[in-house]
């Protein structure tokens, strides 16, 4: 016998019995006596037997998983999103399939489609960077396919999203910096096609204003790359090659961040008394950087988990049920370190 692709036909001929009886014994059918169920299970086991997915699903119209396009896998914030939403999955006994964008449109469309022709119940997406045109997001919901947008949303969809609180992020980090003594701050910010850095440039905006420091454009950067180091290197060049310099930095990221902390050192100057750095999203490394880096930390685990449960939800809501969607809001914490607290 094959040790692969084992089917029902496969134990019912080992056993001697029919496949009609396999099944409903796999099914725990009362007309099935004790003994063959539990002979039937043992067997089962021992070939590593494993239900065809695909036939289940064309039967039940379920196929058990959900898709989920995430920008960039190796980004430590989007891999722990990934464990939060595993979390509850497995636990509802779903099965999940990741498709990575790699912050590119294209990609994105690509991904989508595939995710549907794969028979997913239901979608959670966090768009690309480049991501401006929605039309694959609507093809999706207007197919009557279950989405949740998380972190990177899409306003336009009327569909449930999972959002931190990216203004007041914003809005701590730049406070926390003037506290310290800093008074000209400039910020790294992200592509204004996406909602979470525009909120965080309005947060860091807001605190300017409630201290009394004037919003410089000059000291406002912005580029689709800014998670990109070297993008960030350049940015921090041409605010150090500014007449009047700043004294600290916000950075959209703590890629951006760390990009910045490299070319400042380059220039001979020091971190955090000539200059402070805060990130955000709490990358491991920013805790082993000389100085460590202060940065925002956002709940990725926890953002996972409530996509999928809001997700989960949607999937299993009876057809006549309405569902209203929801944006939940999950709390950001500023994490101090020695890149911004001078003396």
């Not at 600290?248 to 000539?274: Q, R, Y």
């Not at 990358?283 to 950087?289: A, D, E, I, N, Q």
Request: net charge negative; hydrophobic share 40%; glycine share 6%.
């Amino acid at each position: 016998m094959k040790s692969n692709q084992i089917t029902i036909k496969d134990i019912a001929r080992e056993l001697d019995i029919s496949p009609s009886t396999v099944s409903r014994a796999l099914k725990d059918h009362p007309d099935i006596s004790p003994k063959t169920k539990k002979q039937v299970r043992e067997l089962a086991e021992k070939l590593n037997y494993q239900p065809n997915s695909i036939a289940l699903s064309l039967r039940s119209s379920k196929s058990n998983t959900i898709g989920v396009v995430i920008p960039q896998v190796v980004h430590f914030f989007f891999s722990t999103i990934i464990s939060g939403i595993e979390d509850i999955a497995y636990a509802a006994g779903y099965s999940v399939m990741v498709a990575q964008s790699n912050e590119s449109y294209d990609r994105e469309v690509m991904d989508t489609k595939a995710l549907f022709n794969n028979r997913v119940d239901g979608i959670l997406v966090s768009m690309s960077r480049e991501t401006t045109d929605y039309g694959h997001f609507e093809s999706l919901h207007n197919r009557g396919i279950p989405m949740v947008f998380y972190d990177r949303v899409c306003d336009p969809i009327d569909c449930s999203k999972v959002v931190v609180d990216d203004f007041d992020g914003g809005y701590r980090a730049t406070k926390h910096l003037i506290d310290e003594g800093y008074k000209r701050i400039a910020h790294l910010a992200g592509p204004d096609s996406l909602h979470m850095f525009r909120q965080r440039l309005e947060g860091y905006k807001k605190a300017l204003q409630e201290h009394g420091l004037p919003i410089d454009e000059s000291l406002i950067l912005a580029e689709n790359a800014s998670d990109d180091e070297n993008v960030a290197k350049k940015l921090t060049e041409h605010l150090l090659e500014l007449d009047e310099r700043p004294d600290a930095i916000f950075a959209n990221n703590d890629i951006a961040a760390l990009g910045a902390m490299i070319t400042i050192k380059e220039h001979g100057l020091k971190i955090p008394n000539d200059m402070g750095i805060v990130g955000f999203s709490n990358w491991r490394f920013t805790s082993l950087t000389e100085p460590t880096i202060t940065t925002v930390a956002q709940p990725g685990f926890e953002m996972g988990q409530e996509a999928a449960r809001l997700l989960i939800a949607a999937i299993e809501a009876k057809k006549d049920e309405v569902i209203t969607s929801v944006t939940k809001v999950l709390k950001t914490e500023l994490v101090v370190r020695g890149s911004s607290v001078r003396g």
